[in-house]
């Protein structure tokens, strides 16, 4: 026992362990001026990126199915097999020179001529204006319900000003409002539907040149355009 006890005596004390150093905490004889010239630089580098992002043109298509791939669903479907059904029946109506589609980034793009649905200055659909969007119309239901449909009503630069359309915005309107109506008719739900009127403030082409020319680019100007995206 007393062996034990002059052994704990003679341990020596443990020192005690010094305060850990506050790594963010800054003494006043440190140097601190960089830091306002490296804010600087991650505020301009910040701005570059939201610039360039708002300046890029994003593909809604890869859009779609890398969200579709974050939430664990499956993306929607290809509108290849629409736009080829679709140029098929085109093909049997032979509406080559008045109907034409076009598939891009943010997805199918129908156009009609006006000749080919209105009279000049009407709104209301003709017969032939009738079967052509009926046998089109017909295969909108069968895609994928995530999928939403625009009518866009377009007419050309000469100003209209008639008991029924005070211009060119209230034809192109009623135009698009009338296909829209004729969708709903079909089958198609009208919670997939919209109506916009542009009246000549997106022309397809340009009206310049001789008199031919521009009553071409006129022609192509007055057109209807069905959107799946």
């Known amino acids: 026992m007393i062996g034990s006890e002059t052994a704990t005596a003679a341990r ?7 305060a850990e150093p506050d790594l963010l905490k800054y003494g006043e004889e440190e140097d601190t001026s960089w830091l306002l010239p490296y804010v600087d630089v991650v505020s301009l580098l910040l701005a570059f990126l939201i610039l360039a992002l708002a300046m890029s043109k994003v593909n809604l298509r890869k859009f779609e199915m890398v969200s579709a791939a974050i939430s664990h669903q499956a993306p929607p479907p290809s509108l290849d097999v629409l736009k080829e059904k679709i140029d098929s029946v085109i093909q049997q109506q032979n509406l080559q020179n008045q109907v034409k589609t076009v598939l891009d980034d943010e997805g199918l793009r129908m156009e009609l001529k006006s000749a080919l649905l ?14 052509a969007i009926d046998r089109v119309g017909k295969l909108l239901p069968t895609i994928d319900k995530r999928y939403q449909i625009a009518i866009e009503g377009h007419t050309d630069d000469v100003p209209i000003h008639t008991n029924r359309f005070d211009s060119n915005w209230d034809l192109s309107s009623a135009r698009a409002i009338n296909v829209l109506k004729l969708f709903t008719a079909i089958g198609v739900s009208p919670q997939r539907l919209s109506a916009q009127g542009y009246a000549d403030t997106r022309p397809a082409s340009a009206v310049q040149g001789d008199t031919a020319q521009q009553a071409r680019a006129r022609s192509e100007n007055r057109r209807v355009v069905i959107r799946v995206h």
């Not at 020596?12 to 010094?18: I, L, M």
């Open 12 to 18: 020596p004390a443990r020192a005690p362990r010094a």
């Open 118 to 131: 209105f009279d000049s200055g009407q709104a209301e659909i003709t017969a032939a204006g009738h079967q």
